[in-house]
């Protein structure tokens, strides 16, 4: 007897142009609807093998299969051109996604993140960032709270904690914290990031001594993300990240 499968396909369409989009090297990362976890994909309808999650698009086309009882899913992406996007809720049916290809400003990529245990090294979201990004800002979304010492970094394969260090002691969005002047004492909270430096991490400070407005973040090259937990002491927790990018013509 066949196994049972949902097909789901979907190619991106140049919001413009009403064109099909080729790209052979865009990622994508389906996710179980409502959730960050990862939903477990196949590549056809008869194999009992999962598939790789976060995956690559073949043409602008994102094509996968779930269990027959999964009838919805989640899809973060982005494009070889650097352009993010969502899909919340994708059912059978849809087969086209438009993607803004024009806009260079406040692009959101959103980013799973799952830790149920102790990580000594960083976790790669399978994301780069485009040579033309320019990260102006992270949140974080706890959906899973984790312990009270339980600290997200978010970075890149060079910086594990350059972008963002985010308390995971409760749910909620993680957010910098706004202050005035130069500050003399580590903010600690749930709500807040951990230290001065954490805030939004060594890479998008102007100092150590005032935070009041962060630091674009420029690689200038293709920049892989990545996260981990800081204290590595049991570690649990699961969420997303925001990251709201800018992106340079040249």
Known sequence: MATLRNEFQVQLINARTGNPIDDDSGVYNVLTAGTP??????AN???????????????????????????TVDITGLTANGEPFFIAGLTQSQHRIEIDTDSLSDRVL????????????????????????????IRVKVTTA???????????????????????????????????GVITAN?????VCLTINGWN??????????????????????????FKEANQTGATGAGYIYMILDKVVV
């Open 37 to 42: 976890a990862e939903a477990t994909i196949y």
């Open 45 to 71: 309808k008869f194999t009992t093998t999962a598939a790789d999650n976060p995956g690559t698009m073949t043409d602008g086309e994102i094509l996968f299969y779930t269990d027959d009882s999964v009838t």
């Open 110 to 137: 959103v980013l799973p993140w799952t830790i149920d245990t102790s990580a000594v090294s960083a976790t790669t979201t399978g994301f780069d960032l485009n040579a033309l990004h320019v990260v102006k800002e």
């Open 146 to 180: 984790g312990g009270t010492s339980n600290i997200l970094n978010v970075g890149n394969s060079a910086t594990v904690s350059g972008l963002f260090n985010a308390v995971m002691s409760a749910t909620g969005l993680v957010r910098r914290e706004q202050f005035a």
């Open 187 to 191: 903010p600690v909270a749930a709500t």
């Open 201 to 226: 991490g060594v890479s998008m400070l102007y100092s150590t001594t005032n935070g009041t407005v962060p630091k674009p973040y420029f690689a200038g090259a293709a920049t892989t993300i990545t």
